[in-house]
């Protein structure tokens, strides 16, 4: 049987594996769109959107606790 296996060529692709900053999930094929990437300290961070996701919660959280 024949199996179609996908594997990128590194030839002559500039997209660079990204590794989320806090769960560890990679994306060999750079990172999604989806991605949230900040920079901190001069070094690129990228969240994954469930990361990106609890990040907000968190950020709005402590944005609603300082309002009170
Ligand atoms: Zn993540």
Known sequence: MDQPTPQPDPSGSEAQPV???RCGTQS???APP???CSVENGTREY???EC???NLRAI???LDSSWW
Do not use: H, L, N, S
Request: charged share 15%.
């Open 28 to 30: 060999p094929g750079g």
């Open 52 to 54: 990106a996701r609890a």
């Open 34 to 36: 989806t991605w949230t």
């Open 19 to 21: 590794v989320c900053a």
């Open 60 to 62: 709005e959280g402590r």
């Open 47 to 49: 969240f994954c959107v």
